[in-house]
């Protein structure tokens, strides 16, 4: 399973806007000294395997943020601002306006944008949207939480302000992921 350079890009440049140039590079040298393949270029399109991946999430969070893990919700939901924002790589997925396409149509889509492994299903109905991750050939708490943060961000991003609920999780054991998002009244 490989995750597109995509995500890692953006990695470095909210650790660069947030903490500054300088504890990126400081950072960069230490990961590329325990895993060679870091100090390689990374571009938008580069395969990452994702063990190399989660290698580096974990790093990021021991650096940065302490060991708390659930900061890969906030990862999700930077990496969903700066991909959908006008100014972002995938700013045409936030072209439709028809709330039940979005669900079913494009957020599957963002997955599979990133990723070449595993399956997300999306549906609309009665304002909760039901996502399910499934096909992962690893678990992982980083699936569970960056990508679902990301769909939750995107949710806002489009317009609408939701409640998570976690229904089966990687983290308490479950061999796939699936969450609703209650929409509520804006």
Do not use: C
């Not at 998570?164 to 061999?175: F, P, T, V």
Request: aromatic share 16%.
């Amino acid at each position: 399973m490989n995750v597109k350079g995509i995500i890692f890009n953006t990695g470095k440049s909210t650790i660069i806007a947030v903490f500054g140039a300088e504890a990126w590079d400081a950072f960069a040298v230490k990961l590329a000294a325990k895993d060679k393949f870091f100090g390689n270029m990374i571009m938008t399109i580069t395969p990452v395997p994702i063990d190399k991946f989660i290698f580096f999430l974990d790093e990021l969070v021991k650096e940065f943020f302490n060991n708390d893990y659930m900061q890969y919700t906030t990862f999700g939901k930077v990496a969903a601002k700066f991909a959908l924002s006008p100014e972002g790589h995938y700013k045409s997925y936030m072209l439709t306006t028809d709330i039940k396409q979005f669900v079913e149509t494009v957020m599957p889509k963002f997955y599979s944008t990133y990723f070449d492994e595993g399956t997300v299903e999306a549906r609309l109905e009665n304002n909760i949207v039901h996502l399910k991750l499934t096909g992962l050939p690893i678990k992982h708490n980083y699936f569970e939480f960056l990508i679902m943060g990301y769909f939750q961000k995107s949710l806002k991003i489009f317009g609408k302000k939701v409640v998570a609920n976690r229904i089966k999780s990687m983290s308490a054991g479950d061999d796939y992921v699936s969450y609703t998002f209650e929409i509520k009244e804006s």
